[in-house]
C-alpha cells in the first residue's frame, strides 16, 4: 500500500516567486511531453492508408477469383 507523501514545507511557507518557478518548472515538462506526438497524425494516415488498400487487393482477388469461377 503506498505510503502518504507528506511534504516537508508547508505551502504556506513558499513565497509569490517560489509559486510562479514551481509553476514554471511544470509548464515546461508538460509541455515537452507533448512534441513527441506531432507525428503521430501522420503515423494514423499511413497505417489506414495501408489497412484500405489492403482491403482493396482483398476484394479485387476475390471478385477475380468468383468471375474465374464463373467462366468455368
Same mark, same amino acid.
Request: glycine share 6%; charged share 25%.
Given at each position: %500500500?503506498?505510503?502518504?507523501?507528506?511534504?516537508?514545507?508547508?505551502?504556506?511557507?513558499? !513565497?509569490?516567486?517560489? !509559486?510562479?518557478?514551481?509553476?514554471?518548472?511544470?509548464?515546461? !515538462? =508538460?509541455? *515537452?511531453?507533448?512534441?513527441?506526438?506531432?507525428?503521430?497524425?501522420?503515423?494514423?494516415?499511413? =497505417? +489506414?492508408?495501408? +489497412? &484500405?488498400?489492403?482491403? +482493396?487487393?482483398? %476484394?479485387? !482477388?476475390?471478385? *477475380? +477469383?468468383?468471375?474465374? &469461377?464463373?467462366?468455368?
Amino acid at each position: %500500500m503506498a505510503k502518504k507523501h507528506e511534504s516537508k514545507r508547508n505551502i504556506e511557507d513558499l !513565497t509569490n516567486p517560489e !509559486t510562479y518557478d514551481a509553476i514554471r518548472y511544470l509548464e515546461q !515538462t =508538460s509541455a *515537452r511531453g507533448t512534441e513527441g506526438n506531432d507525428d503521430s497524425g501522420l503515423v494514423i494516415c499511413i =497505417s +489506414l492508408l495501408i +489497412l &484500405l488498400l489492403g482491403c +482493396l487487393g482483398f %476484394m479485387f !482477388t476475390h471478385w *477475380r +477469383l468468383f468471375a474465374f &469461377l464463373a467462366r468455368v
